[in-house]
């Protein structure tokens, strides 16, 4: 994008309507922006942009616009130009903003229209994949409660970091959600059986048990087993462990008539 527009900063920003945070940023000669930083949302000029909904906002001197001459921003930079448009996910809801913006006078045309409102459109899709794939991942990995206290997580597929990351982290938040005193984790889906996925497992053994969750082990099969040995992690030495989920039930106290 940046080989298109020649202002001094490009940025993306994210907003709660409380806080605008900088996702991602370029500085050409000024830094005006640093990634990662925050201010409150009602200060900055992208609260503008999403004041104006779909269309664009050009602000070519925001000394003289009567919406941006007395902001702090504006005294902070001392002039200068501006350009942003809404980033929204396709039920309508605002993302944030892309902008441009220097703090010397910048002329737009409308080529650099087109290309903020086509970026800010691809945004949308982009935003869309993303929330489409951490949907397929979370119901890779459901939380299935069986009674008061217990639940099963069945592993499915492949376990990548990414997918360790996810599971991890929504079995802990369910722990804590509901209560568990026990959470059977099915490994018998696992698809292959490296020396990570032994470590990753070990992993999330050691913080469910930090989290007062007592993990317990089913449809450990021969591989997983062999290599669990060969890496002789400790954290397995004194696990609950049954060949399959209903004796696994069975060994925390759910019996089946």
Avoid at 43 to 65: A, M, P, Q
Avoid at 90 to 108: A, M, P, Q, R, V
């Amino acid at each position: 994008m940046s080989h298109f527009i020649n202002i001094n900063t490009l940025f993306i920003a994210k907003n709660d309507l409380n806080t605008n945070q900088i996702v991602k940023v370029m500085n050409r000669e000024d830094e005006l922006l640093k990634e990662g930083s925050t201010m409150p949302f009602q200060e900055t000029l992208c609260r503008l942009s999403v004041d104006s909904g779909n269309e664009i906002l050009l602000i070519d001197d925001i000394n003289k616009h009567e919406k941006t001459r007395n902001m702090e921003v504006t005294k902070n930079l001392g002039g200068g130009s501006f350009i942003g448009i809404p980033i929204y996910y396709e039920d309508g809801k605002n993302y944030g903003t892309i902008c441009g913006l220097d703090n010397k006078h910048f002329e737009f045309d409308e080529k650099h229209v087109e290309l903020f409102t086509t970026i800010s459109s691809l945004l949308t899709y982009v935003l869309e994949l993303e929330h489409a794939h951490n949907q397929i991942q979370s119901l890779s990995a459901p939380i299935v409660p069986i009674t008061k206290g217990i639940a099963v997580l069945p592993i499915i597929g492949d376990v990548t970091d990414e997918r360790y990351e996810i599971i991890t982290r929504k079995a802990l938040k369910s722990c804590e959600i509901m209560d568990l005193n026990y959470l059977v984790i099915d490994l018998s889906g696992i698809l292959h059986i490296n020396d990570s996925i032994g470590f990753s497992i070990e992993k999330m053994v050691s913080m469910l048990r930090l989290v007062g969750t007592t993990p317990v082990l089913t449809g450990v099969r021969p591989d997983l087993a062999l290599k669990i040995t060969q890496l002789s992690l400790a954290d397995f030495n004194d696990i609950i462990v049954e060949s399959n989920l209903e004796l696994a039930l069975k060994r925390i106290g759910l019996a089946f008539n």
